[in-house]
């Protein structure tokens, strides 16, 4: 079975979580602190703050910027929950707003368009790793603060710098799917130094310093474990990235021999895509996407699906008209994509997905 993601674990892993162990300190120690220097460097940012997962990222930066009740949030209609959730936890509304039918994110004219007087921040999203239009999106939010999820982007970049510098605070997800993984695991990037400070005691337990308790707050650390594990990753971001580039590449040449139709994600001229997901958006004249992944897996090939239109999901209480949205949830087909992929397991998954389309 050619799986849709497969993280590289390997033995340089291994031995620095056995350092871990052995050391005792398993919580908040020297590996956090040179994670996160590390995921500062990479991202052009001045601090990084480690915390549990994504979703905690973007709760607590949304917090520490003050989203409360009554607030509307800009945020891209199509996408893992996760940001419309710590929206919604903060008590504020997103308000959503379509997605770009050639690079998928959220278009800069639907946020212009969205915007009303209770905007707070406009929430930018570099879905499966295609960087947002930057320049256009700088024009048309003005002087609206921006957060970009850069959940899946961590080594994709603009035309002049790297994903996760955009705007006043950028997070980042390390969960399995995404290039480097931790487990689970995740960060706010700003250069702001006291939103960095903020962030810190948000993440523990509200303290300043030790025993220092400024204010309620939950547990959202990172552990040692789970930085040792992103500082060996980290050090093969860039040869991730150049497999994933050559991989992606033979992807788009032999989805576009098939002649069936199928659009893949464009990125905008002059920016790098890290390629954390390769997907095909089905046209209206395939056979249905649970047909479609059915006869894929019958063929050894895991295919999933690419994400969800968050005007659908009734518990989001946010309905909107997002109809590129909408298409990309039911008819986009995540297909497999990691570290150590084979051009011939390429070969493999786009001759089952021609397959499946075709057999009668
Ligand atoms: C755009 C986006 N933001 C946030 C998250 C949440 O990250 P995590 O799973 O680490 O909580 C995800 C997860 O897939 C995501 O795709």
């Known amino acids: 079975m050619i799986p849709l993601a497969r993280p590289q674990l390997g033995k340089t892993e291994a031995r620095a979580v056995q350092e871990v162990l052995e050391s005792g300190m398993l ?56 940001p419309a959730h710590a929206i919604r936890l903060l008590g504020a509304t ?36 295609n960087p947002v239009r930057r320049a256009e999106l700088d024009d048309v939010v003005g002087d609206l603060p921006v957060v970009e999820d850069a959940a ?28 480097l993984t931790t487990g689970e695991g995740g960060a706010c ?3 702001d130094a ?16 030790p025993g220092e308790f400024l204010e309620a707050a939950g547990n959202h650390r990172m552990t040692e474990i789970a930085a040792a594990i992103g500082l060996c990753q980290l050090a093969r971001l860039d040869a991730m990235l150049d497999q994933r580039a050559k991989l992606a590449e033979r992807y788009v040449a032999a989805l576009e021999a098939l002649a069936l139709d199928l659009r893949v994600q464009r990125s905008p001229r002059g920016v790098r895509s890290n390629r954390q997901t390769m997907a095909v958006w089905l046209p209206d004249s395939a056979p249905p996407r649970p047909e ?12 999933g699906i690419l994400s969800y239109s968050l005007a659908r999901l009734p518990h989001l209480l946010c309905p909107a008209e997002t109809p590129v949205a909408d298409a990309l949830a039911d008819r986009g087909l995540a297909l497999p994509l990691f570290e150590g992929m084979s051009a011939q397991e390429v070969d493999q998954v786009v001759e089952a997905l021609k397959q499946a389309l075709t057999q009668s």
């Open 152 to 179: 899946c982007a961590l080594g994709s970049h603009f035309e002049d710098a790297p994903c996760g510098s955009f705007g006043v605070l950028s997070t980042l997800s390390f969960h399995p799917r995404k290039l």
């Open 27 to 82: 919580v908040q120690g020297q590996r956090v602190s040179a994670f996160e220097c590390e995921l500062a460097l990479r991202a052009g940012r001045e601090f990084a703050v480690a915390v549990s997962s994504g979703t905690s990222a973007l709760l607590l930066g949304l917090q520490a910027l003050g989203v409360g009740a009554g607030d509307e949030v800009l945020c891209p209609a199509l996408s893992w929950p996760s």
């Open 194 to 209: 006291e939103l960095a400070a903020r962030l810190r005691a948000l993440r523990n337990h509200g303290q300043s310093a």
């Open 189 to 191: 990037l700003t250069d």
């Open 292 to 303: 479609v992944m059915q006869r894929m897996r019958d063929l050894g090939v895991g295919a």
């Open 94 to 129: 997103p308000v959503l707003v379509d997605v770009d039918p050639e690079d998928w994110n959220g278009a800069p004219e639907a946020y212009a368009e969205a915007r009303s007087s209770r905007t707070k921040l406009a929430l930018v999203i570099d879905q499966f790793g």
